[in-house]
């Protein structure tokens, strides 16, 4: 008989005709938990103890239906103006979030390097000598997972129980993972959490409640700010690494009604601080061919709010139901995995002049069958990719172009979000 936390887990994610063990038919939710009769990977110990809190802040934005608008080009690019390295957003150090009126000003020329937990212009977090790790989540049980890219067995470095942790971004120079945790989609009580690299000292940096339905997760380390989409809560939020300055960056749309339509769901995210963009996909519902990439400005304009921005552009549409996104700023290219196809594509960050979301020619399907694909990270220098499925829980690994994809790690549980990093030798 399934336990009690068990069926919570199912009964709460609002799975329809939904079973635990493979029965059922797909859920309508990125987040449902399905192993197939799965045995689960080596554990570990979680820590201990009762979580700290940081500094909580509260929420930014207005709670008022916002709107897309598809711009007939792209607006991202490379900056205009000549020389140097891409500029980053302006204002702000570590641990404070960069000032807001406006898209940042660029000085042109090549993105900076700024790693968010595995992609961007130059690769993973960590030194670039380093052993590539693998963290990843476990929805079912809670669980963060960690292992060498090299097919090693996994150890587990924290278990939360029903938490249903959704995206992980790491810290490698600072020595920190941070991880979204979904909490019961209809009770907006999710949260986000910190520990040290090996599970130790688990510090609460967004309580539950401070995000409804938080998914996946990126760091822009040059500026100790992370960014995540939340689903049921229809939004795009950021937070500074320490718990301060919590604010809404997108509203989507607010109200219960507006919650049941998937199409207003926000999964995945990326980065791209040197333009000062993100991008963001809604996924619509199972497998139900109206899911959106979407991309604006990190700052709001000026005379602006979080729910009337004229800057959000629909970068690809008919999406069958598309989850958690990667980029790779040096060859301007977004990667993104597809639960209701079990794809991994990508495609040009920056669409030509004049381009149809819904017709676009120049997406790239590089794997097939890939399960329900949820996370992705990306491993620039090695050419590598990362994804997991959530149907088998196998942490995938392939070439960038999806050649020679093999099962790395298998039977690991209900997978949701990635991240590759390069450790330092002889981190614990």
Excluded at 5 to 13: D, E, H, V
Excluded at 68 to 83: D, E, K, M
Excluded at 164 to 192: E, H, K, L, S
Aim: hydrophobic share 35%; with cysteine.
């Amino acid at each position: 008989m399934n336990s009690p936390r068990t069926m919570r887990l199912a009964l709460g994610l609002g799975l329809a005709g939904f079973s635990l063990f493979g029965c059922g038919s797909n859920s309508g939710s990125d987040a449902s938990v399905a192993t197939g009769g799965a045995s689960f990977g080596t554990g570990g110990s979680s820590s201990g103890g009762s979580p700290a809190t940081a500094n909580g802040g509260t929420s930014g934005g207005q709670n008022s239906p916002g709107g897309a608008t598809n711009l007939g080009g792209s607006t991202g690019g490379a900056p205009s103006a000549s020389g140097g390295v891409s500029g980053l957003p302006t204002g702000g150090s570590s641990g404070v979030n960069p000032s807001s009126g406006g898209a940042p000003a660029s000085t042109g020329g090549a993105p900076a390097s700024t790693p968010d937990g595995g992609s961007g212009a130059t690769g993973p977090s960590g030194p670039p000598n380093g052993t590539p790790t693998v963290f990843f989540l476990d929805a079912l049980f809670g669980r963060v997972l960690t292992a060498p890219a090299d097919g090693s067995p996994s150890k587990v470095i924290s278990s939360q129980g029903s938490s249903t942790p959704d995206g992980v971004v790491v810290d490698v120079p600072n020595g920190f993972v941070y991880w979204t945790n979904m909490g019961a989609p209809d009770a907006n009580d999710g949260f986000i959490l910190r520990t040290k690299l090996d599970g130790s000292a688990q510090t609460t940096i967004v309580p539950a409640g401070g995000t409804f339905t938080p998914k996946q997760l990126k760091l822009d380390a040059a500026h100790g700010v992370l960014y995540w989409s939340d689903r049921e809560g229809m939004k795009i939020q950021r937070v500074n690494v320490d718990g301060s300055k919590l604010e809404t960056l997108v509203t989507i749309a607010d109200g219960d009604t507006a919650r049941a339509d998937a199409t207003n769901w926000a999964v995945g995210i990326a980065l791209d601080v040197p333009h000062g963009k993100m991008y963001w996909t809604q996924k619509g519902p199972t497998d139900g061919g109206v899911g959106t990439i979407r991309r604006a400005d990190i700052e709001i304009p000026a005379g602006e709010d979080a729910a009337h921005r004229t800057d959000i552009e629909i970068l690809f549409s008919g999406l069958a139901e598309p989850i958690d996104m990667d980029v790779d700023l040096g060859k301007r290219q977004m990667y993104w995995t597809d639960r209701g196809d079990n794809t991994v594509s990508r495609a040009p960050m920056d669409p030509p002049a004049g381009f149809n979301p819904a017709s676009r020619t120049d997406r790239t399907i590089l794997e097939h069958g890939a399960g329900q694909a949820i996370g992705i990270s990306l491993d620039l220098p090695r050419n590598t990719m990362y994804y997991t499925s959530l149907d088998t829980g196998t942490v995938w690994k392939a070439a960038l172009d999806g050649s020679g994809a093999t099962g790395m790690l298998k039977n690991q549980g209900s997978l949701t979000g990635i991240a590759l990093v390069n450790l330092p030798a002889n981190t614990p």
